[in-house]
């Protein structure tokens, strides 16, 4: 049997270094753009005033450069997964698309299936520091699209829209005025969903069953849910993110904004607690291959070193050989 030799490794040599380098350019572009997107960040939820049981909060940001329109406004949360099965799986599409052609399954829904189940978890969750409570079964919190108490007729029926996905809605809002006049910006909330969710996602044609809120005083501890599913903040909500750690367009302002302070004013309703999660407020710009992103850069800048080097390797070992 003839010995066993080694592959030439000049040709593997050239395509790795042309490939390192193709990467290592890709790598420095992103930089450059990246550079061009302005992004401003505030953890809010780690502010003492926005605390839980602070049903309002405010902070103030600093821009340090003028940002031309179109500017961008997200929520960013950590920690809370959407990409658990379990959360994937716990959602009626035939509910809220229109246009779905699969039968409605509300079985999917297990814990949050009934107008019975959830109201008894928005009871929970209204007394969340009392960590002995026992929820009233006779006592009703939840609305209709008609902003009329549930029946207690109502109980039993499988709620719409059913599912975790739904229940956990993210319902904070912004307000943002600038300190130099007192002006109060401007924020569009229309085109901000992707336009299939706009099309397709419409409200029940019974208002009567369809919930949407509490009891206005559930509104004094913050968590208020307003599910009127033709809102675009709702319908980028039930669109689960792949990681733990995301961000969801809530706005879009076609102002300029000038360099100075601004407070943000935010109606603190999502209590990140509850998740042992955080939340932080982003508002910025973007360029042409999109917003700030960091781990694209540093993704290309660190394979193509790999590469490039393993290149020159197999050069030198060709060589010596």
């Known amino acids: 049997m003839s010995q066993w030799k080694g592959s030439n490794k000049l040709k593997a040599g050239i395509l790795y270094i042309l490939a390192g380098l193709y990467l290592l350019i890709a790598g420095i572009i992103f930089a450059i753009k990246n550079n061009e997107a302005y992004e401003y960040r505030v953890e809010y939820s780690s502010l003492e005033n926005c605390s839980p049981k ?3 909060c405010s902070f103030q940001i ?25 959360y994937l799986d716990n959602f009626d599409n035939s509910q809220v698309y ?5 039968p409605s399954n509300p079985n999917q829904c297990t814990g949050f299936k009934t107008n019975k189940e959830i109201n008894k978890k928005l009871l929970k969750i209204q007394n969340w520091e009392n960590k002995h409570y026992v929820p009233d079964e006779n006592k009703i919190i939840m609305t209709n699209m ?3 108490l549930l029946l207690s007729t109502q109980l039993d029926d499988v709620a719409i829209p059913c599912g975790l996905r739904a229940f956990t809605y993210f319902q904070d809002t912004y307000q943002i005025q600038s300190l130099q006049d007192g002006e109060i910006i401007k924020i569009q909330n229309k085109n901000i969903a992707w336009e299939y969710d706009r099309k397709n996602i419409k409200n029940t044609k019974n208002p009567e069953k ?3 809120d509490m009891e206005n005083g559930f509104l004094q501890i913050n968590l208020c849910i307003n599910l009127f599913l033709q809102k675009e903040h709702f319908q980028n909500w039930i669109r689960p993110s792949g990681l733990s750690k995301f961000k969801k367009l809530w706005g879009r302002i076609e102002q300029k904004l000038t360099s100075g302070q601004y407070k943000v004013t ?8 509850l998740y042992d999660s955080t939340k932080s407020f982003l508002l910025g710009t973007v360029n042409s291959m999109g917003g700030k992103n ?12 790999i590469i490039f080097v393993l290149g020159l ?6 060589f010596k050989k």
């Open 54 to 56: 602070a049903e309002t």
């Open 62 to 86: 600093n821009l340090d450069q003028d940002l031309n329109p179109p500017i961008f406004i997200h929520y960013e949360l950590k920690n809370f997964n959407q990409n658990h099965q379990i």
């Open 98 to 102: 229109q246009n779905s052609n699969q």
């Open 146 to 148: 008609n902003k009329k």
């Open 210 to 212: 369809q919930w949407i």
């Open 266 to 273: 935010v109606q603190n309703q999502f209590n990140v607690s």
């Open 294 to 305: 960091i781990v694209l850069v540093i993704s290309h800048l660190v394979s193509g070193s």
């Open 313 to 318: 390797f197999f050069l030198v070992y060709h």
